[in-house]
C-alpha cells in the first residue's frame, strides 16, 4: 500500500515544505522534544510547518497542551501558527494522502518496540528523522534515515509507567539531544540532494529487505523451528 506515487497527494500546503509526526500523545513518543526543536529551528521560516496527527485516550484538547507547554518554556506563541494538529479519526486514504504531501517524517521517541511510521514514511520515498535508540534501529541506520544522537538513558518513573501496562520497572527510555535534533531538522530542510539521497536508500531499503511476504517466511520458519 505505502508506494510513491499511489495516493493523491492533499493540493494544501503545496507553497510550504511539511514535516510531519503521527503518534499516541503521551511523553515516550516525544512531543515535547518535537515542539520545542520546531519552535528553535524555524519560528523565523513562516513557510516550514509541522503537521500531527495524533490522539489521546484521556481526552485532552491537544492543541491547548502545546499553547501550555510553549508559555511554560518561555517559547514564542506564534509558532502556533506554523502547526497543525488533527485530533480527529481520519481514513487510511487521507493518511497516505498525507504521506504523499509531506517534505520529511519527524518523531524524536524516547522508546520504540517497532516503529511502524517511520517505515511507512520511508516507503512512500520520505526522508526519516527518528531516535539512534529502540526497535526502530533494526530498519533505520545512518545511510537511509536521519538518527538523532542520544543524550543519555533513564530509568521509567511511576507515571511513564503508567503510559503502557508492558512497561516494567528496569525498563528505560532514551532522551534525544535536542540540539542535534534542531541541527539535523534545518539539515534536511536546507539541503534537497541530501534529504533525497537519503530517502532513495531509505526506500530501497525497505523494499529490498521488509515485504510482507519475507516477514510471513520468517514467522513460519521460526514456528516450525
Avoid at 481514513?91 to 504523499?100: D, F, H, M, R, V
Avoid at 528496569?170 to 534529504?195: F, I, Q, T
Wanted: proline share 5%; net charge positive; hydrophobic share 40%.
Amino acid at each position: 500500500i505505502c508506494t510513491p506515487g499511489k495516493f493523491q497527494p492533499l493540493e494544501k500546503w503545496q507553497d510550504q515544505f511539511v514535516f510531519f509526526s503521527i503518534f499516541e500523545f503521551n511523553i515516550r513518543k516525544g512531543w515535547d522534544h518535537l515542539i520545542k526543536s520546531f519552535c528553535l529551528a524555524f519560528k523565523d521560516h513562516s513557510r516550514v510547518l509541522l503537521v500531527i496527527r495524533s490522539s489521546s485516550g484521556r481526552k485532552k484538547n491537544i492543541t491547548r497542551i502545546i499553547t501550555d507547554f510553549l508559555k511554560s518554556e518561555n517559547l514564542q506563541l506564534t509558532i502556533m501558527r506554523q502547526i497543525v494538529v488533527i485530533e480527529e479519526k481520519i481514513p487510511p486514504s487521507l493518511l497516505y494522502s498525507l504521506y504523499e504531501t509531506i517534505d520529511a517524517f519527524v518523531l524524536p521517541s524516547r522508546g520504540e518496540g517497532w516503529g511502524m511510521p517511520y517505515m511507512e514514511a520511508m516507503a512512500f520515498g520520505k526522508p526519516v528523522i527518528g531516535t539512534n535508540w529502540g526497535g526502530n534501529t533494526e530498519f533505520m541506520t545512518h545511510d537511509n534515515s536521519f538518527l538523532i544522537e542520544v543524550e543519555k538513558e533513564k530509568h521509567l518513573t511511576p507515571m511513564d509507567l503508567e503510559d503502557n501496562i508492558c512497561f516494567e520497572p528496569g525498563h528505560r527510555y532514551a532522551e534525544p539531544s535536542l540540539d542535534h535534533l534542531v541541527e539535523v531538522l534545518r539539515a534536511v530542510y536546507k539541503n534537497p540532494e541530501l534529504r533525497q539521497k537519503v530517502a532513495q536508500r531509505g526506500l530501497m531499503d525497505v523494499r529490498k529487505k521488509w515485504k510482507h511476504l519475507d516477514y510471513a517466511k520468517a514467522f513460519f520458519k521460526r514456528v516450525e523451528s
